[in-house]
């Protein structure tokens, strides 16, 4: 089945850093790519919907400037928390979809992302 | 607005027993229905969908799910359930409208014992 690598798996870094988390799609073209936000014990929150060669469009309640989301190629699409501190600390999850397949998301296996 | 429901935090169910987790939706539309399986600190892995056809919709590692339009759900369903079913379980509807984006309800923890 389709393959979605992300990376890193886990990110332990100082508050005021900014992380870059990675998400490619190995055997498919993901014309779109979906971040999420997963809280311990809850349900995945959509940050934003990318699509190749165009903006994000983020949801609302979502910093656009604090999260900053390329999808510069069919195959990869970046995630960078820009200054991250506790609050931000979380699990992130992507997942990528092609639209001329219309077969369901495809998720990487997520990050932890732990802001001390 | 889209929206996706799953009653149970958790499911506990003996090895062996069948296992039903619930999802009810709320469309406007044709509802584009899946369900999706996270084991701990992993991302989602799909079981199964329902797009059109047959209201009963075989998957992934034995796992099924009934499409029901006059109740609006649709349940997961295994016959006979493993100790390694144990995981958090996600149903959710597609969007056709907002970006084909998927509305996820707030998850089921199934426990199965041995």
Same mark, same amino acid.
């Given at each position: 089945g389709a393959v979605v690598s992300q990376h890193p798996s886990r990110v332990i870094c100082k508050s005021g850093t900014s992380v870059k988390i990675e998400c490619r +799609? =190995? /055997?498919?073209?993901?014309t779109t790519m979906f971040w999420y936000r997963q809280f311990p014990k809850q349900s995945l929150m959509l940050m934003a919907t990318s699509n190749e060669g165009s903006k994000a469009t983020y949801e609302q309640g979502v910093e656009k400037d604090k999260f900053l989301i390329n %999808?510069?190629? =069919?195959t990869l699409s970046t995630l960078t928390v820009t +200054?991250? %501190?506790?609050? /931000? +600390?979380s699990f992130y999850i992507c997942s990528g979809w092609d639209r001329a397949l219309n077969q369901p998301q495809h998720f990487g296996d997520g990050t932890r992302l732990s802001i001390l | 607005a889209q929206s996706v429901a799953q009653p149970e935090d958790q499911v506990n169910v003996a090895e062996g027993n069948p296992l039903t987790v619930k999802c009810t939706y709320s469309v406007s539309g044709n509802p584009y229905l899946f369900w999706y399986v996270q084991y701990p600190n992993r991302g989602l892995q799909f079981l199964l969908k329902y797009i059109?056809?047959?209201?009963l919709v075989k998957g992934s590692y034995g796992f099924e799910a009934e499409f029901n339009k006059s109740q609006t759900s649709f349940h997961l369903k295994k016959p006979s359930a493993l100790v390694s079913d144990s995981a958090l379980y996600f149903c959710a509807v597609r969007d056709m409208a907002a970006g084909n984006k998927l509305t996820f309800g707030g998850g089921t923890r199934v426990l199965v014992k041995p």
């Open positions: +799609s =190995l /055997d498919f073209q993901a %999808h510069a190629s =069919l +200054s991250a %501190h506790p609050e /931000d +600390s | 059109t056809g047959d209201n």
